[in-house]
């Protein structure tokens, strides 16, 4: 039998659509985590650390986003990297100097826990960005680790609070739908200028198809109020748009603007999924990240919700005594 990559006795425009065909419906394997930035909005505290290895409640924030993948059955998963980040690298790896210290204390549960939660021996790939050219440019980069199959990315900064995970509730609909999918949520019309915005043509669907795409618009371009979340799922043929792709919005490669292009060839849906995105490449979103990942944690969360109403109470009533005791007219 033929391998379908050995189809020089068929009509190259056939033979095209034919692979392009397969793919739409080729499971998904493989995610690419872009962790090559330097995480300027985040300085100091990223100044030696990666941003993705700050902790949000108890694990750093990459952990959440691999798991995220893992649990939409994701088997191999791609980090774009750039210098100073092996400790990406490091914590998805063994650490014998832990091991042993959990069988020396006989604390059987860490020490299963620290293996259970490593991928699997040849399932994490690393690949390098060398500069910092864009999004659009990092998975370019992963286009060999992809190879010629629909792979999932995903956006390290972005932690969604979902059940099921938000990757999940896209490969639910791709598995029933095919093409190219990103991941919606709606944002305020103020703050469109610091996302991908979607045009729907006016559909309030939960799956839509995509007519347009803009990155980071401002309030007045902006087609709505639909900003890409951070997750999508594509097909191969973008790794060939991008190469040919010229710098967007800053002077860097972007993504959207070469999903915009597969938009000439290819469907591409818009998903509102069910949950709520934290940015934690900012401050105040990582802040927000933690309080909400707290409350949610199974054994610290009660102990954390009745503190956080312990110094909102505190806070409540320290003002209203400043107010009380202000001189008459300032208060």
């Known amino acids: 039998m033929r391998n379908v990559d050995d189809m020089q006795w068929f009509p190259q425009e056939l033979t095209c659509a034919f692979k392009r065909c397969i ?13 090559a930035g330097l995480g300027t909005r985040m300085f100091p505290a990223s100044k030696s650390i990666p941003k993705e290895m700050l902790t949000l409640v108890d694990r750093p924030i ?41 069988a020396r204390k006989g604390d059987l549960s860490l020490l299963d826990k620290s293996h259970r939660e490593l991928p699997e021996p040849g399932t994490l790939l690393i690949t390098r960005q060398q500069k910092p050219l864009g999004l659009g440019h990092a998975i370019w980069c992963a286009r060999h680790a992809v190879g010629n199959e629909p792979f999932a990315v995903l956006l390290p900064d972005m932690v969604m609070r979902s059940s099921p995970g938000c990757l999940s509730q896209m490969v639910r609909e791709y598995t029933a739908h095919g093409g190219n999918i990103v991941a919606t949520e709606n944002v305020l019309r103020a703050d469109v200028h610091r996302y991908g915005i979607v045009d729907l043509q006016g559909s309030n669907e939960k799956l839509a198809a995509v007519s347009n795409m803009v990155e980071k618009p401002t309030t007045q371009d902006a087609p ?54 934290f940015d934690c490449g900012d401050r105040f979103g990582f802040l927000s990240a933690n309080v909400a990942m707290g409350l949610d944690h199974p054994k610290l969360g009660e102990q954390f919700r009745q503190r956080i109403l312990q110094l909102i109470g505190a806070e409540i009533s320290a003002n209203s005594a400043e107010k009380s005791t202000a001189p008459h007219g300032l208060s």
Request: without cysteine; negative net charge; hydrophobic residues 45%.
């Open 23 to 35: 793919s739409m419906h080729t499971p998904i394997r493989k995610a690419v985590f872009p962790v």
């Open 62 to 102: 990459i952990e959440w986003v691999v798991q995220e993948a893992r649990e939409a059955g994701v088997e191999q998963f791609i980090f774009v990297t750039s210098r100073n980040k092996t400790s990406i690298e490091d914590h998805f790896d063994t650490n014998f100097e832990l091991d042993q210290a959990f």
């Open 224 to 277: 709505s109020t639909a900003a890409i979340s951070g997750r999508y799922i594509l097909q191969p043929q973008i790794f060939d748009i991008l190469a040919n792709q010229r710098p967007g919005a800053g002077g860097e490669i972007q993504l959207t603007d070469a999903i915009l292009r597969l938009l000439a060839t290819q469907v591409v849906w818009a998903y509102r999924y069910d949950g709520q995105t």
